[in-house]
């Protein structure tokens, strides 16, 4: 079956150890974004790609960084990780950007001790 | 900015119905809405573009208002199933991206 696959789905790490979140999809869509969700929070975007085309929105901090190598994998990397960041990470897709069905992975339980 | 969902929180017995609201300040070109149970993903129940269509998905269908940059969500004869946290993404026109509201909680007893 088509989908969204996320690895780990649970990422233990130190503050301030840089760690790298990556999504992987066999949909073949445009778009690929990243949503940062806490507790009993709405999903928010971080970012997306549209093709190669990198959205940043403008109140993700310079911490999160992201990289798209080619159209099925996503990377999300933390540089420096605070007790703040401790949260669910959701990779989804769309055909195209905006008015278009979103699938979610299954999403990234990230702790930072 | 946010939209914002009404009610924060619904407690049905399995059979009633439900309406989830979802208001904007800003003029939309499209309302998501999709349902997330605890600890999965979201999961994309339907979309509604500009235009005050209204789209159904076997018992829950929902509603767009575009004059009043509202939509509302229906649930008619609730199931258990239904249970789980219901956000409604909102897109401005040209934004091309999705801002979700702050959630719906949705219980279904039997």
């Known amino acids: 079956d088509a989908m969204v696959i996320q690895n780990p789905r649970y990422q233990v790490t130190q503050f301030g150890k840089p760690v790298t979140l990556s999504c992987s999809q066999t949909?073949?869509?445009?778009?690929m974004y990243w949503y940062q969700q806490k507790s009993s929070q709405a999903p928010k975007l971080l970012f997306h790609y549209y093709d190669k085309d990198f959205n940043n929105e403008a109140d993700t901090p310079d911490n999160f960084q992201s990289r798209r190598p080619n159209t099925s994998f996503c990377f999300l990397d933390i540089r420096s990780p605070g007790l703040g960041d401790a949260a669910m990470y959701l990779c989804?897709?769309?055909?195209?950007?905006?008015?278009?069905?979103?699938?979610f992975g299954p999403g990234t339980r990230l702790t930072v001790t | 900015q946010q939209p914002v969902q009404s009610p924060q929180a619904v407690i049905l017995r399995e059979g009633e119905d439900a309406v989830i609201n979802c208001s904007s300040s800003?003029?939309?070109?499209?309302v998501h809405w999709y349902r997330q149970k605890h600890g999965e993903a979201p999961v994309f129940l339907m979309i509604l573009l500009k235009g005050g269509e209204q789209k159904g998905h076997e018992k829950i269908s929902a509603s767009f208002n575009e004059k009043k940059q509202q939509s509302s969500l229906y649930l008619t004869a609730s199931q258990l199933s239904y249970s789980g946290t219901y956000f409604c993404?909102?897109?401005?026109?040209?934004?091309?991206?999705?801002?979700f509201g702050q959630g719906t909680r949705l219980t279904i007893n039997p």
């Open positions: 949909l073949n869509h445009n778009v």
């Open positions: 993404g909102t897109e401005k026109a040209g934004a091309q991206k999705l801002v």
């Open positions: 989804a897709t769309s055909r195209d950007p905006g008015a278009s069905e979103q699938y």
């Open positions: 800003k003029a939309l070109y499209s």
